[in-house]
Nanobody
Framework: QVQLVESGGGLVQAGDSLRLSCVAS????????MGWFRQAPGKERELVSA????????HYEDVAQGRFTVSRDNAKNTGYLQMSSLKSEDTAVFYC????????????????WGQGTQVTVSS
């Protein structure tokens, strides 16, 4: 099992940047694919980005393409989501998720989830 704790959220202005972190504990972090999801008020949770265990493969949804960068440091058991050019529509609770299988992460069926961190972008 792996436990995930996100941090780095906050209130920023449109156009600002923010970096989210996800610290893992428990099982060996580099056994897991990691994903970032978000849920805006009144909307379903959606995939934002994913990264393979060795960072060789990354995936970005359209909302993240060109503005967000996913990365991880297995030595620190930490994953990151660097967000730039933030927009008001990026306001959401952001979650990190992990699973040993890529399809389970990208389908939103990852076995492990963090508690989320709020990102609020004012226009």
């Amino acid at each position: 099992q792996v436990q995930l704790v996100e941090s780095g959220g906050g209130l920023v202005q449109a156009g600002d940047s923010l970096r989210l972190s996800c610290v893992a504990s428990g099982d060996t972090f580099n056994n897991y694919v990691m994903g970032w999801f978000r849920q805006a008020p009144g909307k379903e949770r959606e995939l934002v980005s994913a990264i393979s265990w060795n960072s060789a493969s990354t995936h970005y949804e359209d909302v993240a393409q060109g503005r967000f960068t996913v990365s991880r440091d297995n030595a620190k058991n930490t994953g990151y989501l660097q967000m730039s050019s933030l927009k008001s529509e990026d306001t959401a609770v952001f979650y990190c998720a992990a699973d040993k299988l890529w399809p389970k992460v990208t389908s939103g069926k990852a076995g492990y989830w963090g508690q989320g961190t709020q990102v609020t972008v004012s226009s």
